[in-house]
């Protein structure tokens, strides 16, 4: 959907699934299997779904970081990082 000229971008929300909650969490994973060391893929997660799906990357071995949002967004971290829906790679 695109938005229209002059309207807000919509809000990011919560990667666990079901989940439309605004996300205040971004964790960093890669799976060593399919990605380079240093190449991060994302999961946005909401107060309550941060540390289910923090565990879920953890007992995998994928999960690198867990930053908020908010800081994640600041220039430091500026890139090519895009959030990806859970189990999509």
Do not use: I, Y
């Not at 971290?77 to 829906?85: D, I, K, L, T, V």
């Amino acid at each position: 959907m695109v938005n229209a000229p002059g309207s807000a971008a919509p809000s990011p929300f919560c990667s666990a699934k079901g989940c439309r909650a605004a996300a205040v969490w971004v964790l960093a994973w890669n799976n060593p299997k399919l990605h380079t060391p240093e190449r991060r893929k994302t999961w946005l997660a909401c107060e309550e779904h941060r540390e289910h799906l923090s565990r879920f990357l953890g007992v995998r071995g994928f999960l690198k970081d867990v930053v908020p949002l908010a800081e994640w967004e600041s220039p430091q971290h500026a890139g090519s990082r895009e959030p990806h829906e859970p189990g999509t790679g």
